[in-house]
């Protein structure tokens, strides 16, 4: 029986956590947490119930914070999560995820590390940057980041991450060696006869698809795309959008043909959402067709965007959906999309949004 | 009997934005006087409170881009010599948005 949903919130000044019952009607805000430093990324162990946080201070760089007791206290680490000296030292943490027994942590320079002691200590997995592909690397406007990490839910050898601005890249071999997974997804800031490259897109956000790991979805900054083996190809599926452009993405909990987007009016016109409208698309048959979803979210003088990781969906069926917006607002479905309600608001920029389902 | 002045520790204050991340650390602490760097010292309050290095340094390595470590009034790097009896300020920088 579900005793209560948890929305994790990581924020520019720290990370918060909402709280409701079942029904998700009225949400409790507690935080900020983590001594207000930017995380990018708070997510839940649904195994043991940890919250964790990554992210980076200004002053103190980079850690992954952690709380075994659903957000009242936290510890911190950064053991590990370091390159070797003389290479441009790590700004911040990026995306977490779990799988197994093990932690990943994507970071700011773009790379990727383990931990098998539940963030206490991290180990570099060296192979993602040793890549040939890795001089030609550029960042996008948030930093080289990596901030889609999807581990594969049956074969622990398999990962695919996302880079900003590198592209789509996939392991089969524990992280040891990787291959570029963009073909068919376009990067319009090239030159006209390079716009289908190898690698270099400006992948925004990757999520896979509930008990179909081979079928992923993708924001670009160049258009939607889904792909059906693994990234090997990507085929668009914008039409009937309102622009190619958006960060986030979120998949249905159960559902591999249901997706969210949260589209904005484009990267030069203000990346907001488009026509001062705020709506939530959803599709229920893999990106073939699209539907708006706009009761409850505002519908007039509305200059918001929402960031990559800030749109997550719950396990409860029908399933939660949840975005957070760059002006500190939260938004809360309780009927997988079709109605809204702002659930907090003035808080600080929101980076993520997470949702943890506890037992009673 | 005089107080041998080689033997006087040096002296470091910490700002309480870093203090709160330690539980048990302290605003000013003294480290041996056999210290010979703010690196060393540095160094001695990681052995004291684990972790406490990779929050004032980076691991280029350097004092981080947005803290200041002064001795002697000076700002400092990693290779400031220290001698018994000083004072080792860490500040955290103007920073942030």
Same mark, same amino acid.
């Given at each position: 029986?579900? #005793?209560?949903?948890?929305?994790?919130?990581?924020?520019?000044?720290?990370?918060?956590?909402?709280?409701? !019952?079942?029904?998700?009607?009225?949400?409790?805000?507690?935080?900020?947490?983590?001594?207000?430093?930017?995380?990018?990324?708070?997510?839940? !162990?649904?195994?043991?119930?940890?919250?964790? /946080?990554?992210?980076?201070?200004?002053?103190?760089?980079?850690?992954?914070?952690?709380? !075994?007791?659903?957000?009242?206290?936290?510890?911190?680490?950064?053991?590990?999560?370091?390159?070797?000296?003389?290479?441009?030292?790590?700004?911040?943490?990026?995306?977490?995820?779990?799988?197994?027994?093990?932690?990943?942590?994507?970071?700011?320079?773009?790379?990727?590390?383990?931990?098998?002691?539940?963030?206490?200590?991290?180990?570099?997995?060296?192979?993602?940057? #040793?890549?040939?592909?890795?001089?030609?690397?550029?960042?996008?406007?948030?930093?080289?980041?990596?901030?889609?990490?999807?581990?594969?839910?049956?074969?622990?050898?398999?990962?695919?991450?996302?880079?900003? &601005? /590198?592209?789509?890249?996939?392991?089969?071999?524990?992280?040891?060696?990787?291959?570029?997974? #963009?073909?068919?997804?376009? &990067?319009?800031?090239?030159?006209?006869?390079?716009?289908?490259?190898?690698?270099?897109?400006?992948?925004?956000?990757?999520?896979?698809?509930?008990?179909?790991?081979?079928?992923?979805?993708?924001?670009?900054?160049?258009?939607?795309?889904?792909?059906?083996?693994?990234?090997?190809?990507?085929?668009?599926?914008?039409?009937?959008?309102?622009?190619?452009?958006?960060?986030?993405?979120?998949?249905?909990?159960? !559902?591999?043909?249901?997706?969210?987007?949260?589209?904005?009016?484009?990267?030069? /016109?203000?990346?907001?959402?488009?026509?001062?409208?705020?709506?939530?698309?959803?599709?229920?048959?893999?990106?073939?067709?699209?539907?708006?979803?706009?009761?409850?979210?505002?519908?007039? #003088?509305?200059?918001?965007?929402?960031?990559?990781?800030?749109?997550?969906?719950?396990?409860?069926?029908?399933?939660?959906?949840?975005?957070?917006?760059?002006?500190?607002?939260?938004?809360?479905? &309780?009927?997988?999309?079709?109605?809204?309600?702002?659930?907090?608001?003035?808080?600080?920029?929101?980076?993520?949004?997470?949702?943890?389902?506890?037992?009673? | 009997?005089?107080?041998?002045?080689?033997?006087?520790?040096?002296?470091?204050?910490?700002?309480?934005?870093?203090?709160?991340?330690?539980?048990?650390?302290?605003?000013?602490?003294?480290?041996?006087?056999?210290?010979?760097?703010?690196?060393?010292?540095?160094?001695?309050?990681?052995?004291?409170?684990?972790?406490?290095?990779?929050?004032?340094?980076?691991?280029?390595?350097?004092?981080?881009?947005?803290?200041?470590?002064?001795?002697?009034?000076?700002?400092?790097?990693?290779?400031?010599?220290?001698?018994?009896?000083?004072?080792?300020?860490?500040?955290?920088?103007?920073?942030?948005?």
């Amino acid at each position: 029986m579900t #005793n209560k949903v948890l929305i994790l919130v990581g924020t520019k000044k720290g990370a918060f956590v909402l709280e409701s !019952d079942a029904a998700r009607k009225s949400w409790e805000l507690r935080g900020p947490y983590c001594e207000t430093w930017p995380m990018n990324h708070v997510i839940a !162990d649904p195994a043991t119930g940890t919250i964790l /946080a990554g992210g980076g201070s200004e002053w103190f760089g980079p850690a992954v914070w952690k709380s !075994d007791d659903l957000g009242t206290t936290w510890t911190h680490s950064s053991a590990g999560l370091a390159y070797p000296e003389g290479e441009t030292p790590i700004k911040a943490v990026w995306s977490l995820a779990k799988s197994g027994a093990s932690l990943y942590a994507g970071v700011d320079p773009a790379g990727l590390f383990r931990s098998d002691d539940g963030g206490e200590t991290w180990s570099h997995l060296g192979g993602l940057r #040793n890549h040939p592909s890795r001089p030609h690397w550029n960042p996008g406007g948030a930093g080289l980041i990596l901030h889609s990490l999807l581990p594969h839910p049956e074969d622990d050898k398999r990962l695919w991450v996302g880079i900003s &601005a /590198a592209g789509v890249f996939h392991t089969a071999d524990g992280g040891e060696t990787w291959e570029t997974r #963009n073909r068919g997804t376009r &990067a319009d800031f090239m030159p006209e006869d390079q716009r289908y490259p190898e690698f270099g897109q400006c992948v925004h956000c990757l999520v896979m698809a509930p008990g179909m790991p081979d079928r992923l979805y993708q924001q670009n900054h160049c258009g939607m795309y889904r792909s059906d083996d693994g990234g090997r190809q990507w085929t668009s599926i914008e039409a009937g959008l309102p622009s190619s452009f958006g960060f986030p993405a979120a998949a249905h909990p159960r !559902d591999p043909s249901t997706l969210y987007l949260l589209p904005l009016n484009g990267d030069s /016109a203000g990346r907001y959402v488009p026509d001062g409208k705020a709506a939530v698309w959803r599709t229920r048959d893999g990106g073939e067709t699209w539907e708006d979803l706009r009761d409850g979210l505002p519908q007039g #003088n509305t200059y918001f965007g929402v960031l990559r990781q800030a749109m997550a969906t719950d396990r409860l069926e029908p399933a939660g959906v949840y975005f957070g917006t760059s002006t500190g607002s939260l938004y809360a479905s &309780a009927d997988e999309g079709d109605s809204w309600t702002c659930v907090a608001q003035h808080l600080p920029t929101v980076l993520s949004v997470e949702t943890m389902v506890v037992e009673a | 009997m005089a107080e041998d002045p080689a033997s006087r520790p040096v002296v470091v204050k910490l700002p309480a934005a870093l203090v709160r991340l330690f539980p048990e650390a302290t605003r000013q602490v003294e480290i041996p006087a056999s210290v010979a760097t703010v690196g060393d010292a540095i160094d001695a309050l990681d052995r004291r409170w684990p972790g406490m290095r990779d929050r004032i340094c980076d691991t280029t390595p350097c004092i981080r881009r947005h803290m200041n470590v002064f001795v002697r009034g000076e700002r400092s790097d990693l290779e400031t010599r220290l001698e018994p009896g000083d004072e080792m300020v860490v500040l955290t920088a103007i920073s942030g948005g």
